[in-house]
T-cell receptor, first 111, second 114 residues
Framework: QKEVEQDPGPLSVPEGAIVSLNCTYSNSAFQYFMWYRQYSRKGPELLMYTYSSGNKEDGRFTAQVDKSSKYISLFIRDSQPSDSATYLCAILKGSNYKLTFGKGTLLTVNP | EAQVTQNPRYLITVTGKKLTVTCSQNMNHEYMSWYRQDPGLGLRQIYY???????DKGDVPEGYKVSRKEKRNFPLILESPSPNQTSLYFC??????????????FGSGTRLSV
């Protein structure tokens, strides 16, 4: 079983929609959960990170971790065409600090 | 301005010819790392470094070497490149201090063709 699983999509939504992006992970030892956004032909940029369980909100973005079901989510409210990108989840073990990524979900927000 | 500088941006080489991709950061970050990105396989960590002279393997270290002699630089070395190392490479620098992840910046990428 892969350490991180992410549905590659693609996902296409109309402008203004609420977007839900999800990943599952296999090892309960993971402690840090990150979301990155990558525009075409650019390097990834760190959007949000959470430590352990719970929610974290930053503007239109909310990151959620459910450690009991090993499920992490990123919600985008009032999605905009500028949100069109590939979104990658990643997890980091506190014990060895190795960072493992999901394969990314390609999101298109249509005007 | 926070910056991670990778060079070169594009590189074409032949099998077996040693090459180095440089990476430099200006943020005094302790954690630096290298990744390769391939279609269908996503972003995979090659090596990472928690501090000067401290390096460790990521998920795909075979065929690569790194060194961390100074805090700002973290070069990626391919001693004998092979065609399966054709990929898009990213260097990243992270503020990971006191057991807390604070920020991370990626370079612009190096597209390598072997």
């Amino acid at each position: 079983q892969k350490e991180v699983e992410q549905d590659p999509g693609p996902l296409s939504v109309p402008e203004g929609a609420i977007v839900s992006l999800n990943c599952t992970y296999s090892n309960s030892a993971f402690q840090y959960f990150m979301w990155y956004r990558q525009y075409s032909r650019k390097g990834p940029e760190l959007l949000m990170y959470t430590y352990s369980s719970g929610n974290k909100e930053d503007g239109r973005f909310t990151a959620q971790v459910d450690k009991s079901s090993k499920y992490i989510s990123l919600f985008i409210r009032d999605s905009q065409p500028s949100d069109s990108a590939t979104y990658l989840c990643a997890i980091l073990k506190g014990s060895n600090y190795k960072l493992t990524f999901g394969k990314g979900t390609l999101l298109t927000v249509n005007p | 301005e926070a910056q991670v500088t990778q060079n070169p941006r594009y590189l074409i080489t032949v099998t077996g010819k040693k090459l180095t991709v440089t990476c430099s950061q200006n943020m005094n970050h302790e954690y630096m790392s290298w990744y390769r990105q391939d279609p269908g396989l996503g972003l995979r960590q090659i090596y990472y470094s928690m501090n000067v002279e401290v390096t460790d393997k990521g998920d795909v270290p075979e065929g690569y070497k790194v060194s961390r002699k100074e805090k700002r630089n973290f070069p990626l070395i391919l001693e004998s490149p092979s065609p399966n190392q054709t990929s898009l490479y990213f260097c990243a620098s992270s503020l990971f201090a006191g057991g807390t992840w604070h920020e991370q910046y990626f370079g612009s990428g190096t597209r390598l063709s072997v």
